[in-house]
């Protein structure tokens, strides 16, 4: 599962939230080499920032809302069900070759 590419918007931020979300539950991820390591809160926390950060420096739209979202997220570690909507539709699913 990927996240669609392009600029950083409010339905990409909600999805790569979603997937930052699943990753903290299942206590992994990967990194920049496929390697898998422990997704902690705190690495969950700079990954989710790092999302705002990206779409100001994209210049992308609704940044102040992805960075409101994020707020959120880290607040209460749940997406609004209107983010999860949207989410939903930038996730990329692919199955396995083998």
């Not at 206590?27 to 920032?49: N, Q, V, W």
């Not at 707020?71 to 609004?80: A, D, I, Q």
């Not at 999860?84 to 990329?92: S, T």
Request: hydrophobic share 40%; glycine share 4%; charged share 35%.
């Amino acid at each position: 599962m990927y996240v669609e590419g392009g600029k950083m918007d409010l339905a990409k931020a909600a999805a790569h939230l979603y997937l930052h979300m699943r990753d903290l539950e299942r206590g992994y991820t990967y990194d920049h080499e496929c390697r898998r390591i422990k997704m902690t809160p705190e690495l969950f926390e700079a990954r989710s920032k790092f999302l705002v950060k990206l779409c100001r420096e994209q210049t992308g739209t609704d940044c102040d809302e992805v960075e409101r979202l994020v707020n959120h997220v880290l607040k209460k570690y749940e997406l609004p069900q209107w983010a999860l909507e949207m989410a939903m539709k930038k996730i990329v699913k692919i199955s396995r070759l083998f």
